[in-house]
């Protein structure tokens, strides 16, 4: 049998059977029986349904790198915060220690001069405050670098929250997604 011999037999059985019966005959031959798809799951495979889906998969995966970059950059933050941090309190330890070698006497005869005037070091109580009031500009900048530092630190709970409900959707639209393509793939 020739090629256009086979041809017009193909025409022939198509023009008695019809086109889908043949395709049908030729499948089963070939062992592909067509596979229909059950009335629930048409909807999940509508093009506007797929197109949803890449849609949100796409904003999901924006949202999870924005959460991302977010805690990153709260990080660096509190990187910069803690530096300084450290670097006050080595100054307030540096300046404390240069009031201390400013006194002057011994024992209760302790005293410094502030400015003209001379105040008495009587007990620990007094050095105690005279040491905290030489490095009170520090000590007022350090306080606010941790109150930095806690307001950061809040920030970064709430990015991880956002991150991981980002990723929680992600996740959940990705399930669908697989979903569409075991459905897709069955009828393939």
Do not use: C
């Amino acid at each position: 049998m020739d090629f256009l011999t086979a041809g017009e037999q193909l025409k022939d059985l198509v023009a008695t059977y019809g086109i889908e019966n043949v395709k049908g005959a030729v499948n089963e031959l070939l062992g592909k029986v067509p596979r229909s798809l059950p009335a629930e799951h048409i909807a999940v495979l509508s093009p506007p349904t797929i197109q949803d889906t890449l849609l949100q998969l796409e904003s999901a995966v924006s949202d999870v790198l924005a959460a991302g970059v977010e805690l990153d950059e709260a990080y660096g933050e509190r990187a910069a915060l803690g530096k300084k941090r450290v670097q006050l309190e080595t100054e307030i330890k540096l300046t404390e220690a240069e009031a201390i070698m400013k006194i002057k006497g011994e024992a209760r005869s302790q005293y410094v001069e502030i400015g003209s005037e001379k105040v008495a070091l009587t007990n620990d109580t007094v050095r105690d405050a005279y040491r905290r009031m030489s490095s009170k500009p520090q000590r007022e900048e350090l306080a606010t670098v941790n109150a930095g530092l806690y307001f950061i630190d809040v920030n970064i709970e709430r990015a991880k929250e956002k991150r991981n409900t980002a990723k929680e959707a992600n996740d959940s639209i990705r399930a669908r997604a697989n979903i569409q393509a075991a459905l897709l793939n069955f009828l393939a």
